[in-house]
């Protein structure tokens, strides 16, 4: 059989969704030109222009490959490797979570707070594919951004992001704030884990079967790394500091109220994102 045009591709790709998922085509939208965009590099009106070019078997193979592990149930940011975070391609491995978009929500807080301010230093914990600590080290270039994460291959991710969109951070590989010892910071953001283990049966299988589950997991119904960062964030923290966290939807009075048990000084703000869910928490000294 002779290879597809790339038009006669995506209509193939849009009949494997369509019968695995039972999908309309609005639920299926652009997920066939999208896979063919990542797989490639090639932009929307290269695509336009290629509809009707015949794909190479090396293409075609490529992307029959990547169709079908789609249709199985992989996420289609680890098949084509990257994320799209704060209009910026970030590389993505099984190795870090998946940038979300409510997430873009927790850099629209700090940039609104902070403004175009002097120098600031920033530590990112937990830093995952580096999507906070890049952003806001593109967003405001005269800040001094340090990211840390305790698995190694994450802190591998981030920095290949990092090169990739010409930018430079200190790194550290550790738990917490064990990687920059004794060091304060003005601003301290973080996404750490925060999913209770009895919530599975409430969460996406592709997200079960192919993020990091050590990223994703805390122990104390979520709760346990907010507890232990609040123990220990007035010692790195700098005076008039703050410090930003995202939360899961449910955990906004809980984590309030253990902030403010640990910092009885400290201004704790709960903020909802653009659905109305609680989503982010602020920590003023």
Known sequence: MANPTVIEAQQWAFSCFKAV????????????????SDLFGWSRTKLLLSLRDTLTTTQWTAYQQAVNRIVAGEPEQYVVGKATFYGRPFQVTPAVLIPRPETEELIDWVLSDWGKVSLKRV?????G?????????????QWQLTATDISAAAVAVAQHNALALNTKLNWGVGDLFTPVNEQSF?????????ISQREQSLMDESVLNYEPHEALFAAHDGLAIYERIAAQLVD????NGAAYFEIGFAQ??????LMKNA??????SLKQDVTGHDRMIRVRL
Request: glycine share 6%; no cysteine.
């Open 263 to 268: 910092i009885p000084q400290a201004d704790v």
């Open 186 to 194: 003005d601003l301290v953001i973080s996404n750490p884990p925060y």
């Open 252 to 257: 906004g009075p809980a984590v309030v109220a």
């Open 129 to 141: 594919s580096g999507a906070l600590a890049i952003t806001l080290a593109l967003e405001r270039p």
């Open 236 to 239: 790195h923290l700098s005076p």
């Open 123 to 127: 530590l990112d914990i937990g830093t």
């Open 21 to 36: 998922t039972n999908k309309s085509i609005e639920d299926v939208g652009q997920l066939p030109e999208v896979i063919m």
